[in-house]
T-cell receptor, first 113, second 113 residues
């Protein structure tokens, strides 16, 4: 079963533009993580935000978390062609499922040079 | 650092045949995961190990899938017998702790014909 739902499913932008991807989830979480996957490759961890944090930055990445709305967003600023990939949010469970990381369906980002 | 190493990279087998995948995690990473990723989907957890103990195998189809992690290092995932629906990418990941970002291997792409 998949907890997170990403929106949009696909996003196409020009180089230099910003890309925003959203993730919604259903149950309470310990943390939320974002991963990138290039075609035919494994996933690469981008950023982790804990449930008591609201915003986190890493280079050109900005992640927000709104636990009251059970949603997160990933913003990539000044996008590059090399950012073309699938992006997945993953929710880290607390409570009785502590330690379980559940991935969403992903957003396919295409950045045109 | 070598990263998470998986082999083989690709495997094509006939249905009803057995198949095994091997994973060598990053040295010192106590937590190891096997995920299955179908085309266009996010990864789904099959099993999670803390050292040599399987702490979450609730989504492992135990009638045909088995896994082991001897001495808390390398791990193997086996399917016997394989079915057409098992065609997917099998990803191994490791992390130094429960809520650190995962490092994924490149995966094994299994095709069952």
């Amino acid at each position: 079963s998949q907890q997170g739902e990403e929106d949009p499913q696909a996003l196409s932008i020009q180089e230099g533009e910003n890309a925003t991807m959203n993730c919604s989830y259903k149950t309470s979480i310990n943390n939320l993580q974002w991963y990138r996957q290039n075609s035919g490759r494994g996933l690469v961890h981008l950023i982790l935000i804990r449930s008591n944090e609201r915003e986190k930055h890493s280079g050109r990445l900005r992640v927000t978390l709104d636990t009251s709305k059970k949603s997160s967003s990933l913003l990539i600023t000044a996008s590059r062609a090399a950012d073309t990939a699938s992006y997945f949010c993953a929710t880290g469970a607390g409570g009785t499922s502590y330690g379980k990381l559940t991935f969403g369906q992903g957003t396919i980002l295409t950045v045109h040079p | 650092e070598a990263g998470v190493v998986q082999s083989p990279r690709y495997k094509i087998i006939e249905k009803k045949q057995p198949v095994a995948f091997w994973c060598n995690p990053i040295s010192g990473h106590n937590t190891l995961y096997w995920y299955r990723q179908n085309l266009g989907q996010g990864p789904e957890l099959l099993i999670r190990y803390e050292n040599e103990e399987a702490v979450d195998d609730s989504q492992l189809p135990k009638d045909r899938f088995s896994a082991e992690r001897l001495k808390g290092v390398d791990s193997t995932l086996k399917i016997q017998p394989a079915e057409l629906g098992d065609s997917a990418v099998y990803l191994c990941a490791s992390s130094p702790g429960t809520w650190n970002g995962y490092t994924f291997g490149s995966g094994t792409r299994l095709t069952v014909v």
